[in-house]
């Protein structure tokens, strides 16, 4: 495919440790399967890409608008002290943000979350209930 734009995979580690709540403009959101903390992921849509910097500035504005509309969407659902954003990387090369809600005294507070307890996944039923109320959100994500 000389010259010819790679399409977008997901990363087979996000696919196997995330669920899809649907897609904005620009990327997939991906809900993280691990009931301990409200915690959701943007994931551009555009391949190869590590880094924030690699994406077109058109991307980067409109990642940065998706990234504050789903933070304020989920610190207001959810009433967290504080809200963890971060592209780490380190694990999944694959550009995503994560958007963690924290509460002060939370198992990890005030230290970050990862590796502090055991993934704990959704229910079916707590699953459900969780993608209706954060349906409007993602949808508000459209709008972005």
């Known amino acids: 495919m000389s ?10 580690r996000l696919e196997a ?3 899809s709540l649907g897609q904005s403009g620009l990327c997939e959101i991906r809900l ?3 009931s301990n903390w409200p915690w959701v992921l943007l994931v551009p849509r ?3 890409v590590r880094e924030i910097y690699q994406l077109t500035q058109e991307q980067q ?22 809200l963890n954003v971060a592209a780490l990387g380190n694990m ?5 943000l994560h958007h963690i809600v924290r509460f002060d005294g939370d198992p990890a507070w005030p230290g970050p979350v990862w590796g502090k307890l055991p ?13 209706r109320r954060l349906a409007p959100l993602v949808d508000s994500l459209n709008q972005a």
């Not at 010819?4 to 087979?12: D, G, I, S």
């Not at 999944?92 to 995503?96: C, D, G, I, N």
């Not at 993934?119 to 993608?131: C, H, R, T, V």
């Open 92 to 96: 999944v090369p694959q550009l995503h």
């Open 3 to 12: 010259g010819a734009e790679q399409p977008f995979v997901l990363h087979e």
């Open 119 to 131: 993934p704990k996944p959704y229910g079916d039923a707590e699953l459900a209930e969780l993608e």
């Open 32 to 34: 993280m399967n691990d």
């Open 61 to 82: 504005q409109q990642l940065l608008a998706e990234s504050s509309v789903l933070g304020k969407g989920m610190m207001e659902l959810y009433g967290g002290d504080k």
């Open 17 to 19: 440790d995330t669920i």
């Open 46 to 48: 555009v391949a190869d």
